[in-house]
Protein backbone atom coordinates (compact mmCIF):
# COMPACT_ATOMS: atom_id res chain seq x y z
CA UNK A 1 0.00 0.00 0.00
CA UNK A 2 1.14 3.24 -1.09
CA UNK A 3 1.16 6.57 1.14
CA UNK A 4 -0.29 10.05 -0.67
CA UNK A 5 2.22 11.96 -1.51
CA UNK A 6 1.94 15.83 -0.05
CA UNK A 7 1.25 18.51 -2.37
CA UNK A 8 1.33 22.51 -1.45
CA UNK A 9 -2.07 23.87 0.06
CA UNK A 10 -3.84 25.40 -2.94
CA UNK A 11 -4.14 28.55 -0.55
CA UNK A 12 -0.91 28.86 1.91
CA UNK A 13 1.42 26.82 -0.48
CA UNK A 14 2.18 24.55 2.80
CA UNK A 15 2.71 21.27 2.42
CA UNK A 16 -0.85 19.29 2.67
CA UNK A 17 -2.37 15.48 1.55
CA UNK A 18 -5.01 17.22 0.02
CA UNK A 19 -6.15 20.48 -2.21
CA UNK A 20 -6.34 22.50 0.78
CA UNK A 21 -4.76 21.72 3.88
CA UNK A 22 -6.56 21.55 7.61
CA UNK A 23 -5.95 25.03 8.52
CA UNK A 24 -7.13 26.63 5.49
CA UNK A 25 -10.23 23.96 5.58
CA UNK A 26 -11.42 25.63 8.76
CA UNK A 27 -10.23 29.04 8.26
CA UNK A 28 -11.94 29.36 4.88
CA UNK A 29 -14.73 27.36 4.08
CA UNK A 30 -16.33 26.79 7.52
CA UNK A 31 -19.28 29.13 6.26
CA UNK A 32 -22.09 28.13 8.15
CA UNK A 33 -24.15 30.83 6.67
CA UNK A 34 -28.04 30.76 5.98
CA UNK A 35 -28.46 31.78 1.79
CA UNK A 36 -31.61 32.12 -0.33
CA UNK A 37 -32.08 28.72 -1.93
CA UNK A 38 -33.21 30.51 -5.16
CA UNK A 39 -30.09 32.81 -5.76
CA UNK A 40 -27.57 31.72 -3.20
CA UNK A 41 -26.93 35.51 -1.95
CA UNK A 42 -26.06 35.03 1.64
CA UNK A 43 -28.47 36.36 3.88
CA UNK A 44 -27.56 38.57 6.56
CA UNK A 45 -27.70 38.24 10.16
CA UNK A 46 -28.72 34.37 9.97
CA UNK A 47 -27.16 31.53 10.36
CA UNK A 48 -27.91 27.86 8.25
CA UNK A 49 -30.59 26.06 8.57
CA UNK A 50 -30.77 22.27 6.54
CA UNK A 51 -33.56 21.76 4.06
CA UNK A 52 -35.20 25.33 4.82
CA UNK A 53 -36.59 26.73 1.85
CA UNK A 54 -35.53 30.80 2.42
CA UNK A 55 -35.75 33.55 0.09
CA UNK A 56 -34.40 36.63 -0.56
CA UNK A 57 -36.55 39.87 -0.94
CA UNK A 58 -35.12 40.28 -4.71
CA UNK A 59 -36.22 36.55 -5.71
CA UNK A 60 -39.63 36.81 -3.95
CA UNK A 61 -40.40 40.11 -5.32
CA UNK A 62 -39.26 39.01 -8.87
CA UNK A 63 -38.65 35.44 -8.97
CA UNK A 64 -36.11 34.27 -11.41
CA UNK A 65 -35.88 31.90 -14.28
CA UNK A 66 -34.29 29.00 -12.37
CA UNK A 67 -35.54 27.01 -9.40
CA UNK A 68 -32.42 26.86 -7.15
CA UNK A 69 -28.93 27.86 -5.93
CA UNK A 70 -25.90 26.15 -4.88
CA UNK A 71 -22.82 28.21 -4.09
CA UNK A 72 -20.04 26.75 -1.59
CA UNK A 73 -18.82 30.26 -0.01
CA UNK A 74 -19.02 34.14 -0.90
CA UNK A 75 -16.21 35.41 -3.75
CA UNK A 76 -13.49 36.77 -0.91
CA UNK A 77 -10.01 36.73 -0.23
CA UNK A 78 -8.49 34.17 -0.19
CA UNK A 79 -11.13 32.45 -1.92
CA UNK A 80 -11.05 33.90 -4.97
CA UNK A 81 -7.52 32.58 -6.10
CA UNK A 82 -9.16 29.15 -6.38
CA UNK A 83 -11.65 30.59 -8.85
CA UNK A 84 -8.82 32.53 -10.60
CA UNK A 85 -6.45 29.71 -10.25
CA UNK A 86 -9.06 27.56 -12.04
CA UNK A 87 -9.60 29.92 -14.71
CA UNK A 88 -7.01 31.34 -15.78
CA UNK A 89 -3.74 29.16 -14.63
CA UNK A 90 -4.96 26.02 -15.68
CA UNK A 91 -5.12 24.58 -11.66
CA UNK A 92 -7.39 21.56 -12.92
CA UNK A 93 -7.31 19.99 -9.35
CA UNK A 94 -9.18 23.04 -8.29
CA UNK A 95 -12.43 21.63 -10.03
CA UNK A 96 -12.44 18.49 -8.42
CA UNK A 97 -12.59 20.15 -4.98
CA UNK A 98 -15.35 22.31 -6.17
CA UNK A 99 -17.42 19.49 -7.33
CA UNK A 100 -16.43 17.53 -4.26
CA UNK A 101 -17.38 20.28 -1.96
CA UNK A 102 -20.82 20.63 -4.81
CA UNK A 103 -21.58 17.31 -4.33
CA UNK A 104 -21.67 17.05 -0.94
CA UNK A 105 -23.57 20.64 -0.02
CA UNK A 106 -26.25 19.27 -2.56
CA UNK A 107 -26.43 15.74 -1.01
CA UNK A 108 -26.85 17.33 2.06
CA UNK A 109 -29.74 19.85 1.24
CA UNK A 110 -32.06 17.26 -0.96
CA UNK A 111 -34.77 16.14 0.76
CA UNK A 112 -35.11 12.90 -1.42
CA UNK A 113 -33.48 11.54 -4.39
CA UNK A 114 -36.34 13.33 -6.80
CA UNK A 115 -34.62 16.54 -6.58
CA UNK A 116 -31.32 15.64 -8.30
CA UNK A 117 -31.30 16.95 -11.78
CA UNK A 118 -31.38 14.86 -15.20
CA UNK A 119 -28.75 15.91 -16.53
CA UNK A 120 -25.75 18.46 -16.00
CA UNK A 121 -24.12 20.98 -18.20
CA UNK A 122 -21.62 23.69 -18.17
CA UNK A 123 -22.21 27.16 -18.56
CA UNK A 124 -20.26 27.41 -22.30
CA UNK A 125 -17.90 29.25 -23.46
CA UNK A 126 -17.95 31.27 -27.15
CA UNK A 127 -15.25 29.10 -29.50
CA UNK A 128 -12.84 31.80 -29.43
CA UNK A 129 -12.31 31.94 -25.74
CA UNK A 130 -12.85 27.88 -25.58
CA UNK A 131 -9.61 27.92 -28.55
CA UNK A 132 -8.14 30.69 -26.21
CA UNK A 133 -8.18 29.03 -22.56
CA UNK A 134 -8.24 25.39 -24.25
CA UNK A 135 -10.44 24.25 -21.93
CA UNK A 136 -13.83 25.32 -20.10
CA UNK A 137 -13.39 26.21 -16.16
CA UNK A 138 -17.29 24.75 -16.23
CA UNK A 139 -17.07 21.75 -17.61
CA UNK A 140 -14.07 20.78 -15.50
CA UNK A 141 -16.33 21.34 -12.04
CA UNK A 142 -19.32 19.67 -13.84
CA UNK A 143 -17.66 16.24 -14.90
CA UNK A 144 -17.13 15.43 -11.56
CA UNK A 145 -19.77 16.24 -9.89
CA UNK A 146 -21.97 14.60 -12.16
CA UNK A 147 -19.89 11.60 -11.67
CA UNK A 148 -20.23 12.37 -7.86
CA UNK A 149 -24.52 12.99 -7.82
CA UNK A 150 -24.55 9.87 -9.93
CA UNK A 151 -26.43 11.82 -13.13
CA UNK A 152 -25.61 12.44 -16.68
CA UNK A 153 -23.54 15.19 -17.54
CA UNK A 154 -23.13 16.79 -21.25
CA UNK A 155 -20.69 19.35 -22.64
CA UNK A 156 -22.66 20.05 -25.68
CA UNK A 157 -26.35 20.28 -24.45
CA UNK A 158 -26.19 24.04 -24.62
CA UNK A 159 -24.08 26.43 -26.93
CA UNK A 160 -22.93 30.02 -26.97
CA UNK A 161 -24.36 31.71 -30.39
CA UNK A 162 -22.94 35.14 -29.90
CA UNK A 163 -19.34 36.10 -28.50
CA UNK A 164 -20.24 38.47 -25.84
CA UNK A 165 -18.20 41.73 -24.11
CA UNK A 166 -16.67 40.60 -21.12
CA UNK A 167 -19.52 40.35 -18.20
CA UNK A 168 -16.99 41.83 -15.84
CA UNK A 169 -16.71 44.98 -17.58
CA UNK A 170 -20.72 45.59 -16.99
CA UNK A 171 -23.30 46.48 -14.89
CA UNK A 172 -26.55 44.56 -14.19
CA UNK A 173 -28.79 45.55 -16.72
CA UNK A 174 -25.92 45.69 -19.52
CA UNK A 175 -24.90 42.23 -18.45
CA UNK A 176 -28.56 41.01 -19.00
CA UNK A 177 -28.54 42.71 -22.12
CA UNK A 178 -25.00 41.22 -23.28
CA UNK A 179 -26.49 37.95 -22.73
CA UNK A 180 -29.59 37.78 -23.38
CA UNK A 181 -29.97 35.93 -26.92
CA UNK A 182 -26.73 34.51 -26.62
CA UNK A 183 -27.39 31.10 -25.81
CA UNK A 184 -29.32 28.14 -27.92
CA UNK A 185 -30.19 24.50 -26.55
CA UNK A 186 -28.57 22.01 -28.67
CA UNK A 187 -30.32 18.97 -27.58
CA UNK A 188 -33.95 17.88 -26.12
CA UNK A 189 -34.50 18.90 -22.37
CA UNK A 190 -38.73 18.82 -22.89
CA UNK A 191 -39.87 17.67 -18.80
CA UNK A 192 -36.19 17.43 -17.55
CA UNK A 193 -34.85 18.91 -14.81
CA UNK A 194 -31.25 20.49 -16.02
CA UNK A 195 -28.33 21.59 -13.62
CA UNK A 196 -26.42 24.03 -14.59
CA UNK A 197 -22.84 24.45 -13.41
CA UNK A 198 -20.27 27.33 -13.73
CA UNK A 199 -17.28 28.28 -11.51
CA UNK A 200 -18.24 31.71 -10.30
CA UNK A 201 -21.83 33.69 -10.13
CA UNK A 202 -21.77 37.60 -9.97
CA UNK A 203 -24.56 38.85 -10.56
CA UNK A 204 -26.53 35.73 -12.18
CA UNK A 205 -27.38 37.74 -15.40
CA UNK A 206 -25.60 34.73 -17.44
CA UNK A 207 -27.26 31.74 -15.35
CA UNK A 208 -30.83 33.52 -15.86
CA UNK A 209 -30.64 33.68 -19.75
CA UNK A 210 -29.51 30.04 -19.50
CA UNK A 211 -32.66 29.18 -17.96
CA UNK A 212 -34.91 31.61 -19.57
CA UNK A 213 -33.51 29.66 -22.80
CA UNK A 214 -34.14 26.20 -21.09
CA UNK A 215 -37.12 27.17 -20.06
CA UNK A 216 -38.39 27.70 -24.09
CA UNK A 217 -37.31 24.72 -24.90
CA UNK A 218 -39.44 22.84 -22.60
CA UNK A 219 -37.19 22.18 -19.09
CA UNK A 220 -39.01 21.98 -16.29
CA UNK A 221 -36.57 22.68 -13.59
CA UNK A 222 -33.36 24.52 -13.53
CA UNK A 223 -30.90 24.72 -10.82
CA UNK A 224 -27.34 26.25 -10.89
CA UNK A 225 -24.46 24.63 -8.87
CA UNK A 226 -21.85 27.52 -8.37
CA UNK A 227 -18.38 27.28 -6.62
CA UNK A 228 -18.31 30.87 -5.09
CA UNK A 229 -20.88 33.63 -5.30
CA UNK A 230 -20.42 36.99 -5.45
CA UNK A 231 -22.36 38.78 -2.62
CA UNK A 232 -24.53 42.20 -3.60
CA UNK A 233 -23.62 45.39 -2.63
Known amino acids: MHAALPNLCALCGNLSHKTLCAGCDEAYWNEARLRCTVCAVPLSGARWASHARYRCADCIGEPPPFEATFALADYRQPLDALALGLKFRARLMLAREFARRLARLAGDSWVDAAEKPDVLAPVPLANK ?19 ALNVRSDATLLHRVIHTALQSRLDLDARRLNVGRAFKVAKPVQ ?4 GIVDDVMTTGATLEALARTLKAAGARRVTNFVALRTPKN
Request: charged share 20%.
Open 129 to 147: RLTERGYNQAWQIARPLAR
Open 191 to 194: GLHV
